[in-house]
């Protein structure tokens, strides 16, 4: 089990073994640490392409901040190196998981319980639990999920999930009435 040092060990050090591609099913994410994680990978010499399922689109939305730094990382900042569909079709997936591949072949894999973001895995603020799992499993969910998934920058995208103004509104930040 892994509860420490998330980031290095869970979107780092994969890539630094020679990992090439990661395929990401969240529930929530975030741009910034889209951004950030490129960056990061950029910095250590490293050329990865990320493939982003983001999974409760079509429950809670997408803040506009948010869909439009997907497409920009899309479209402008990582062209080659990142992707970034959302879940369009219901039911709405909570998953967490983050499989490893070198030139297509599943390697590595970790599920648990943090989302794609920078508070999920740079902040001292929340704990979170990562492990490992089958890669090949993992690929296959991943592979499962994309049938139902419409790009960032699909024309269509907006009819899909509700792009809001504000904040991005995760898990965390939902009022539960527990009456």
């Known amino acids: 089990m892994i509860t420490t040092e ?3 060990k869970i979107l780092i050090e994969p890539s630094k073994q020679g990992a090439n591609q990661l395929y990401i099913v969240s529930g929530y994410a975030t741009s910034a640490m889209a951004f950030h994680h490129l960056n990061m990978i950029q910095k250590n010499d490293k050329n990865i392409d990320i ?5 409760m689109t079509t429950q809670d939305g997408l803040s506009a901040s948010n869909h439009r730094g997907f497409q920009q990382l899309m479209e402008e900042e990582f062209p080659n190196n990142f992707k970034c569909n959302y879940i369009s079709s219901v039911p709405p997936v909570h998953s967490k998981i983050y499989v490893w591949c070198k030139n297509n072949k599943p390697i590595q894999c970790f599920l648990g319980s943090a989302n794609y973001t920078q ?30 998934t419409i790009s ?6 907006e009819k899909f999930v509700n792009i809001y103004d504000g904040v991005q509104q995760e898990e965390s930040t939902i009022k539960y009435d527990i009456r």
């Open 51 to 55: 493939n982003l399922i983001i999974g």
């Open 119 to 148: 508070i999920a895995f740079l902040s001292p603020l929340r704990n979170e639990v990562m492990t490992t799992c089958s890669p090949k499993d993992g690929f296959a969910y991943f592979q499962d999920l994309i049938d139902n």
């Open 6 to 8: 998330l980031f290095e």
């Open 152 to 157: 960032c920058t699909h024309t269509e995208a």
